[in-house]
């Protein structure tokens, strides 16, 4: 009896644990839109949240490189949106090709939606 007590207590204790990891990795990130996708000369972007929290918000080629940093800070807000008009930080009109919206939050998590730009 006191065997099954005990593994019934570990088993207890190993389903919390397996419950708070979850629970760490679920995505604050609740919708990406990007629309229209394909890109041509613009487009917009709507992200969603389920919490205020600190992100940056950024544009990526195909490489991995930051191209175009949209938004970097706290979000007191559920909801981001703006417009992209397929210009780099440095003000460059971006060539056609594949490039990723990433939203990185708590130092370590990131969501990507793919977007591709046409002539």
């Known amino acids: 009896m006191k ?3 005990k593994l019934l207590f ?3 204790i190993m389903l919390m644990a ?4 979850y629970a760490d990795v679920q995505s604050p990130v609740s919708n990406i839109i ?3 996708n394909p890109v041509y000369k613009n487009t917009f972007i709507y992200i969603g949240f389920t919490c205020n929290l600190a992100v940056d918000i950024v544009i990526e080629n195909e490489e991995g490189n930051v191209v175009k940093t949209l938004y970097s800070g706290f979000l007191n807000s559920r909801y981001f949106q703006t417009v992209w008009d397929r210009t780099s930080d440095n003000g460059s009109y971006l060539p056609e ?3 990723y919206l990433s939203i990185n939050y708590n130092f370590k ?3 990507t939606k793919k977007t ?3 002539k």
């Open 10 to 12: 570990v088993a207890l």
């Open 116 to 118: 591709i730009i046409l």
């Open 97 to 99: 090709g594949i490039y």
């Open 34 to 36: 990007v629309n229209p």
């Open 18 to 21: 397996i419950g708070l990891i």
């Open 3 to 5: 065997l099954k007590k």
């Open 109 to 111: 998590y990131t969501s």
